[in-house]
């Protein structure tokens, strides 16, 4: 059986300042965020360019945008996938709804600025 296979996320902040400098009409009160996924099937293959291997098929993908609260509820709703067996990390034969949502979490900790 096919499965999604979550091998990384990484957040990138906009902060409030900085949003309120470019859009100066807009109100923006807490910092916001673009979270992404590389993430594949695990039944598709392609070919690495630099080492003209077979590998594992992967892609960016935009999972959520918005405040922390946004990001952490649709971790909550993609991880829902994770008990069906249908989304699991890279490695690892089951992933857990918690782990699923400790990463994206993880992933707002440390989250890559947006600035110059």
């Known amino acids: 059986m096919s499965h ?14 900085a ?5 100066p009409d807009s109100s923006f009160y807490v910092d916001r965020f673009i ?6 099937d695990n039944n598709l293959t392609t070919i690495n360019p630099y080492s003209r291997r077979e590998v594992g098929s992967r892609h960016w993908m935009t999972e959520a ?3 922390r609260y946004d990001i952490v509820r649709n971790a909550i709703r993609l991880s829902v996938f ?5 989304l699991r ?6 992933t ?10 993880n992933a707002l900790k ?3 600025s947006a600035s110059k």
């Open 4 to 17: 999604t296979i979550s091998y990384k996320h990484v957040a990138i902040c906009f902060s409030c300042d």
């Open 19 to 23: 949003l309120k400098n470019a859009l």
């Open 35 to 40: 979270l992404l996924e590389l993430h594949g």
């Open 65 to 67: 945008i918005g405040d």
């Open 82 to 86: 994770c008990e069906g067996g249908d």
């Open 89 to 94: 990390f890279y490695g690892q034969r089951d």
């Open 96 to 105: 857990s709804l918690e782990s699923y949502i400790r990463r994206v979490r």
């Open 110 to 112: 440390k989250p890559v």
